[in-house]
């Protein structure tokens, strides 16, 4: 008889937070695939239905909720349900993020409102989640950062795109993964592990990226292309999984050597 792989999420109870857009059904399908219990939750879980009815079609178990992350009392409220449904948490992905800036010259008041779920919500969620685990000795929370929290914006790239990456991005990812560190060292002695992964540019299908930017992304990678979403997960499952189960405090970049380059 084969001992079961390290790697596998089986007997894993798994919560995920922000389980919509791009990132966020593929990472379902990655943790629910590994055999995990998985409960996602997104400010509108109908959104999910056909992801998660393609996952229960495969044998995955997935549950969907829903959460106010700008509250705090609702974030708590959020855990004891999963708590009183599974009677534990094994593991926690934060992949939420609210995109409220476009420019540097934005009104204030939109890099006020960002920090409310970005940033706030953020550290309320894993702290409430990694108390939790705390209390029971063990669990792992994987952050879902990004690269533009390790480096600054690269000007060329955006020549003919019309567009830039707006500030407050890169200030709750590079935010995102020293806070990271910070708990990892916090909830170290409990058995409780936290770590981050940084995707970096994701090819959308239904959404190209103009040819010029897309052009001038893939040459600044060392794989010569952007990321597909699928490819994130991997890194996810394996953050969560026993065969990391001392790996802590670490920033794990899927950025295709981008940052590394």
Not at 96 to 119: I, T
Not at 124 to 144: E, K, L
Not at 173 to 183: C, D, P, S
Request: aromatic share 8%; with cysteine.
């Amino acid at each position: 008889m084969r001992d079961a792989s390290p790697f596998s999420l089986e007997d894993k109870v798994v919560v995920q937070c922000g389980a919509s857009g791009l990132l966020g059904p593929a990472l379902l399908h990655a943790i629910a695939g590994a055999g995990a219990t998985l409960v996602a939750t997104s400010r509108d879980p109908a959104k999910l239905e056909p992801a998660a009815a393609a996952i229960r079609a495969h044998g995955g178990i997935l549950h969907l909720d829903s959460v106010d992350l700008t509250a705090e009392s609702n974030i708590l409220a959020f855990r004891d349900r999963v708590l009183a449904a599974h009677g534990r948490i094994d593991g926690v992905v934060f992949n939420a993020v609210a995109r409220v800036m476009s420019r540097l010259d934005d009104p204030l008041a939109k890099w006020e409102e960002s920090m409310r779920l970005n940033a706030t919500g953020f550290f309320a969620f894993v702290r409430a989640f990694g108390d939790a685990m705390q209390a029971r000795g063990r669990g792992s929370i994987v952050n879902i950062a990004s690269m533009q929290g390790m480096i600054g914006m690269h000007p060329s790239l955006y020549d003919d795109a019309g567009a830039t990456m707006p500030p407050d991005y890169f200030f709750h990812k590079g935010g995102m993964i020293n806070l990271t560190r910070h708990l990892a060292s916090h909830y170290g002695a409990s058995g409780v592990r936290v770590n981050a992964v940084s995707p970096g540019g994701l090819y959308h299908p239904e959404r190209p990226p103009p040819d010029g930017f897309h052009a001038r992304y893939c040459q600044a990678t060392m794989l010569g292309r952007m990321a597909h979403a699928h490819e994130i997960g991997g890194a996810v499952v394996f953050l969560l999984s026993d065969a990391a189960s001392y790996v802590t405090g670490a920033n794990l970049p899927v950025d295709g050597g981008y940052t590394a380059k």
